[in-house]
Every structure is written in structure tokens, then in C-alpha cells.
């Protein structure tokens, strides 16, 4: 099936979004990642999140480079259905690094519901999004494993780890559009029913977590931007307002 | 920090080849880390890191001695030579 649906395309957008705004903030660190190797690494990673974003945008608005650039950086933010984890500024990269293991982690699950989806070319994009993830959380572990036996790093990746994870929960908020889209065979699991499986990774990951002292922010149906969102949507536009007829 | 020497090989025949070195905390950082700044292009199909403090080094030292010997360096001519010689004796 091709997508008319518009509660199927809301639903489809939030994972676009939080693609789209995952990789501009990982090609961030380009330039000023903590190693030479760690920098190509963590860019290459937000490039293959882009590549996650502009797949899914064209199965929303078709392959017109225009329309997808339009959808990706041509709304009004209050348009953009992303989680406040993908908004949020890490500051520092232990916060950085953080995010990345929770959002793959979540990603990976979320890229599973679409194995055998109804919607034209979405199990293939699947397929090869989960092939690239597996090498972003091996990344991600690998980078965990050898800092965490440093009582040091240890300590601050904690520190990061608990700021993050009411942010991260946030993720699992159900989405406008979710049931039309479980009903047409779009994705086989809801959002909020992949939660289980992500905390069962978190807690194997970072250990025990009282997940009922957690909160997850108002996000509104992932109506409302966090408040970080304004200046690194500017930033994410900062070229495209310089010259909006610009070809690529 | 280690030290690892990166190789790779294209499919088929042709050898391992050194292709440069990375610094990583341990095996599997390097991996996962070589992947990206060594093979981000396809640039090989397999790759072999070895750790520099592993690889058995002759330093030029070791290896000098060696340069001065032209009788060693055989390009097979003199022994061209006496065949033909032979074979027109022979013919």
C-alpha cells in the first residue's frame, strides 16, 4: 500500500523526526568529538540516521528532493512530531554518548515493528536501517564497556545516564494516527509496547532502575517542543535560510 | 591506549594490506572504530587489526647486513645465458 492515510503519515513522521533531528545533533560533534576516530565514527553514524530520515520522508512525500528537503526543514516547529530526547542540547559528549546507546537501543526495537509492514518499501528500508543499527549499538557498547571501567567515567556516565532517562521515556509516548496505522498493517507493535523490552536492555546496560520514581516530560502527544528545539532548528536551517532556492 | 595496525583485503586473490593505524582503548573499540575510518568507502571487504605491541619487529639494524650482498640479487640472466649456450651446442 502507498500512504494516504493521514493519521498513518503522523504516525510514520514521528519516527522520521526523530531520525532527522538524531542525526543533525551526532554530525554535531564533527570537528570536536574526543578522538580523531570517535569524530568520523559518531558523524558517519548521524549521517546513516539522515540516510533513516530522508527514506522515511519519501515514503510521506515521494522521492522530489524539494519535498523531502521541505518536510525536513520547511515547518513550523510546532509541525515537528520529534521526542525531547533527539531535541535536547547534551552539552557535553558523556551526555552525548549516553544518547546515543538509549536512542539506538529504542531505535533497533522500533525498526523491528516494520518487518513485514503493509506500506511499499518500508520492510526493505527496515531491513537495512536494522543492518546499520546493529553496528551503531556495537559502537555505542563498545564505547560503554571501555569507559565504564574507569571509576571516573563511571561515575559521570551515571550522572548523564539519570538525567537522560526521564527524557528518554518519552520515546514510548503513544502518537496520534498509532491505532489506524497497528490496524492497517503498517507496524505490528505500538510504540508503548516496545518499552518493556527497551527497559529489559537498559537495566542489563546501566543496572537497576525504580521505573516507577520516573517521569517521562509533557511532550503533548509530541505536540509541544521542548525548549531546546528553537535554536537547533535554526541551526539545522541555518543554510537553507541563506539561500532557500538553492539546488544541491 | 593501544596502538593497532590496520590491514585490508579485497575479495578474491589479493593479499592483506596495510592500510594505516588507529589508537583505541581495546579490540573491539578498534573494530568498530576502524570500520569508520578505514573502510567507511568499501575501501576493503575484510579487515585484520593487530595489535603493535604483538608484531615481531627487525629494526634496520637487524636488516642491514643484508644490503651489501649483489651477488644475491639474481636476475636469472647468467643462467639464461649458459642454456642458450648449451642448447646451440646441442643443436
Given at each position: 500500500m502507498t500512504i494516504t492515510d493521514p493519521g498513518v503519515s503522523e504516525y510514520l513522521l514521528c519516527f522520521a523526526d526523530?531520525?532527522?533531528?538524531?542525526?543533525q545533533q551526532h554530525t554535531e560533534w564533527i570537528g570536536v568529538a574526543p578522538f580523531l576516530e570517535e569524530d568520523l565514527a559518531f558523524a558517519s553514524i548521524g549521517q546513516d540516521e539522515l540516510g533513516h530520515a530522508a527514506a522515511l520522508y519519501a515514503l510521506l512525500v515521494g522521492d522530489d528532493d524539494r519535498a523531502i528537503d521541505d518536510l525536513a526543514l520547511r515547518r513550523d516547529a510546532a509541525d515537528y512530531r520529534s521526542c525531547h530526547l533527539v531535541e535536547v542540547?547534551?552539552?557535553d559528549w558523556v551526555?552525548?554518548?549516553v544518547r546515543h546507546w538509549l536512542?539506538?537501543?529504542?531505535e533497533s526495537l522500533r525498526w523491528q515493528v516494520f518487518a513485514d509492514s503493509a506500506v511499499t518499501g518500508l520492510a526493505g528500508t527496515a531491513a537495512r536501517a536494522q543492518r546499520e543499527e546493529v553496528f551503531h549499538r556495537r559502537h555505542a557498547d563498545a564505547l560503554l564497556d571501555a569507559l565504564l571501567s574507569v571509576p571516573e567515567s563511571a561515575s559521570r556516565l551515571d550522572t548523564a545516564f539519570r538525567h537522560l532517562l526521564p527524557v528518554a521515556l518519552g520515546i514510548f509516548e503513544p502518537v496520534e494516527g498509532e491505532t489506524v496505522a497497528l490496524e492497517a498493517g503498517v507496524a505490528s507493535e505500538s510504540i508503548a509496547g516496545l518499552r518493556p523490552a527497551w527497559q529489559e536492555l537498559v537495566v542489563a546496560r546501566f543496572g537497576p532502575v525504580d521505573w516507577h520514581s520516573i517521569t517521562p516530560p509533557d511532550?503533548?502527544?509530541r505536540r509541544l517542543r521542548s525548549a531546546d528545539f528553537a535554536v537547533r532548528y535554526a541551526r539545522m536551517r541555518e543554510v537553507n535560510d541563506l539561500?532557500?532556492?538553492a539546488v544541491w | 591506549m593501544r596502538i593497532y595496525e590496520v590491514f585490508l583485503k579485497r575479495k578474491g586473490k589479493q593479499e592483506f594490506r596495510h592500510a594505516g593505524s588507529l589508537e583505541a582503548a581495546d579490540d573491539e573499540l578498534a573494530l568498530v572504530l576502524a570500520?569508520?575510518?578505514?573502510?567507511r568507502r568499501a575501501e576493503g571487504d575484510s579487515i585484520w587489526l593487530v595489535d603493535r605491541d604483538h608484531l615481531v619487529v627487525g629494526d634496520e639494524e637487524f636488516v642491514a647486513p643484508n644490503a651489501d650482498k649483489p651477488h644475491r640479487h639474481n636476475d636469472g640472466g647468467r643462467v639464461a645465458e649458459r642454456r642458450q649456450r648449451i642448447h646451440e651446442e646441442n643443436s
Open positions: 526523530d531520525e532527522h533531528l538524531m542525526g542540547d547534551t552539552g551526555q552525548a554518548l536512542y539506538d537501543a529504542a511532550q503533548a502527544g539561500d532557500p532556492a | 570500520r569508520e575510518s578505514y573502510v
